[in-house]
């Protein structure tokens, strides 16, 4: 059975850092998409990086570039997501997403497999 189990959120203040993680079982990351996406109240579930299956480049959303880096772990069978320089408007909970054949995860139709979330509150 697939899990993807989400950890790193918290309450952080603006311009503060974060590290999220997202840990596989029953599933190997290697040579599989994965993407990190996040949810405000209110609003609808949005990409914000993805690292491609084949190569591990990576893709960000213009909203994070710069500032959030999403890289793997491989012995660890875990995937990152470092947030710098956070804002209040990057407060949501924060999905790790995984795909069967696909080079990328940046929308929400492409995954295949989903965590359960980590709550991020970006907050004075």
């Known amino acids: 059975q697939v899990q993807l189990v989400e950890s790193g959120g918290g309450l952080v203040q603006p311009g503060g850092s974060l590290k999220l993680s997202c840990a596989a079982s029953?599933?190997?990351?290697?040579?599989?998409?994965i993407g990190w996406f996040r949810q405000a109240p209110g609003k609808e579930r949005e990409g914000v990086a993805s690292?491609?299956?084949?190569?591990?480049?990576?893709y960000y959303a213009a909203s994070v570039k710069g500032r959030f880096t999403i890289s793997r772990g491989n012995a660890e069978n875990t995937v990152y997501l470092q947030m710098s320089n956070l804002k209040p408007e990057d407060t949501a909970v924060y999905y790790c997403?995984?795909?069967?054949?696909?080079?990328?995860?940046?929308?929400?139709?492409?995954?295949?497999?989903w965590g359960k979330g980590t709550l991020v509150t970006v907050s004075p």
């Open positions: 997403a995984a795909a069967e054949d696909r080079e990328w995860v940046i929308v929400t139709s492409s995954a295949d497999y």
């Open positions: 690292i491609a299956a084949s190569d591990s480049n990576t």
């Open positions: 029953g599933f190997t990351l290697d040579y599989h998409a």
